[in-house]
């Protein structure tokens, strides 16, 4: 009985650590910025970016703006992050971020990236508001956060990426992915009927 007990607790523990493993996903890019960048297969007949865009913006949580351009979605949100409490967190802040998922050759790439910190304070109504004019860009925010925090954040950052990127693969192989084609005008033989 009490192997069992142990081998539980040890897959519990497992299981609860690889949650926090999610800091691997970003990393930084050419000009330092911390990104989020996957490339995975696409379908080959072409993807409906104007559905695509719809879609993201109605399934994705935290989204603000998406808009399409060709083969290009882009779109700006941002991600609540809390302070852990000792019964319930509270809003730490708000991390915006812009979002591009580019198509080509059968692939698509995600880059989610230009992350911006916004600290939050409870106003005189006892509620949690953004702070006026305070924007902190992740990159340069070592004198503003501790390690612990800046972690944390790539942590949320990462499974946030990575929930994304489910959505848009759940979009990418229904049948609302594919580019209609265009309409056409039908012949008609008017001499048989």
Known sequence: MMKKILTLLWVALVISSAGYAQKDLMSLNEQNKYTYFKVGVAPAM????????????NSVSGLQTASFDGPIVTGKGGVLVYKQGLVSGQEEGRIDYKVSIDFKDSKYRIILTDFTFTPYQRNRYGVFAPVDNVNVSLENGSNK??????????????AYGKKLEKTLTDFLFSKAAVT?????LKKVDTQSW
């Open 145 to 158: 956060f501790s390690d612990k925090q800046l972690n944390g954040y790539l942590d949320k950052l990462g």
């Open 180 to 184: 209609p084609k265009p309409a056409g």
């Open 46 to 57: 072409g993807v409906n970016t104007e559905a695509l865009a719809g879609y993201l913006k």
